[in-house]
């Protein structure tokens, strides 16, 4: 690379440090023009993979089919990077961005540039040392030349993406009611779009909205109403509702045409023990979609009423533009953690179907008119425990789902399992964790290919060793990459045949990009605290 490299100083600030090690005069091969608003209206192509799911849709599907499943055998490893920070240690749970040959990477307190063609380190920001919780990081989003990332204790950090420099920081809640701060943001127009996590203090659930110039506050949705909203009606008071949570700790998707954002909301507080929120408690475990301009709620369809079992909705809502019963609709899917697929018109929320993936799920009597599950009355949590299949960690998790449109089939990475569920806290008004879960059995994990027009499992890979939910990528290569414990595995996304598998060094640990620079496609991979990047080997010409 051509250019000069500079070792950019620590700088003191109020008795804390911001320290970065960046790249102070970059060649235009490098970092060249940032990224537009038009860059983000695209759907996934060859050249970025602008935002956490790649494309707005939520898919994960890309039209590159340089590796393919005629060739994929010979894909190989083209780098490896380890990343390190000065204090703590790295584990990458962010998906990367990748924009103009440049890859953005997080770790909790840690943001990475790396040239995407050799792994190569460009520049890394530190931030200070703090008390927030270092759970995870899902990663960045960007606007123009311009990161924003949540550290621990809950700020929305702005970074310059040329040098890694600080912009500004401005706080987003107070880390002392115990927010987790682990979202990825998502640019839409002129919004940063913020979310929020944390359940043990029975803290109010939000997204905002944040001036992507100043960081200044545009909107806040409350993810529970208050006195005199709709939904209010569905808690016994205004007081349980405040503190209901429904945290907004996933990245949703957006509709352009629709100009209509959707994101699904957590699980209520208390969590498990149920007695002092009677009701359906709108609008936690729901998929929502929201005007991005206004903050103004637009529809909620809720997935899962009066949740007792910790099985929040913050899963991938999952934009497809398909065919229901011979007419084309707008559409939305989500495998959600409850255990049911659910199948929606995103453009009012209204049901198509509700389908189980998993092979057990003992907590729910049937599906009502509204397609939502009806609860058990006997599995609810009691302080002698109940047996309640999922377990707290769901059917699925946070993990990414894809979906191609070459075979029209929905993938993710499922569990079965059961748990004790017991109660507590059995005061009439429990705060916090009102209980608790212990896993007892498994039934095994699975990579599941869903028909989205009827719900109906085409077909299921059993992972023999177990494992988990798994990080899915599908192609117009016809493949599907995803891994299971410390192996990158290659499908056919049709049938469910493993065509290739390399093994790493840890277990990946965030979602799969692929991208194309100089006639060259790479798949790329986080694990533990290194990224992998792969090429197939081109035959001559």
Known sequence: MSGRNLLLARKGCGGTVNAFIGVAIFANSVFGQGLTRADLLKLLGGENWPTYNGDYSGRRYSPLDQINASNVHTLSLAWTTRFTAEYGGVQIKSTPL?????????????????DARTGRQLWHYQYPRNTGSTLGNRGLGMYGD???????????????ARTGKERWSVEIADPKLDYTSTVAPVIVGNHVLVGIGGDHMDTPGFLESRDPETGVLQWKWWTTPRKGEPGIETWPNEQAAIHGTGQTWMPGTYDPELNLYYIGTGNPNPVIAGQGRRGDNLYTDSIVALN????????????????????????????????????????LAQASRNGYFFLLDRTN???????????????????????????????????????????????????????????????????????????????????????????????????????YRNGKIVWRHEWPGGGGPSHILTTAGKLLFTHNQNYLIAFDPSRGKILWHAGLGAAPTAGLITYALDGKQYLTVSAGDSLYSFTVNRPAN
């Open 146 to 160: 311009w990161l924003y990332f949540e550290s621990p204790d809950s700020h929305l950090i702005s970074l310059d």
């Open 292 to 331: 991005p301009d206004t903050g103004k709620l637009v529809w909620y369809y809720q997935v899962n009423p009066h949740d007792t079992h910790d099985w929040d909705a913050v899963q991938t809502p999952v934009l497809i533009d398909g065919v229901i019963d011979g007419r084309p609709r707008k559409l």
């Open 349 to 451: 929320g209204s049901h198509i179907l509700t389908q189980p993936y998993i092979g057990t799920i003992n907590w729910s009597k049937g599906i009502s008119a509204k397609g939502q599950p009806v609860p058990d009355p006997a599995k609810e949590p009691t302080t002698d425990g109940v047996l309640v299949s999922p377990a707290e960690g769901g059917g699925t998790n946070w993990p990414s789902p894809s979906f191609s449109p070459d075979t029209g089939l929905f993938y993710v990475g499922t569990t079965s399992g059961y748990a004790l569920y017991y109660v507590t806290d059995d005061d009439d008004f429990p705060v916090g964790w009102g209980g608790r879960d212990i896993q007892v059995g498994s039934d095994g994990s699975a990579l599941i290919a869903i028909d």
């Open 98 to 114: 990748l924009v103009n040959g440049v890859l953005y990477l997080t770790a909790p307190n840690s943001v990475w540039a790396a």
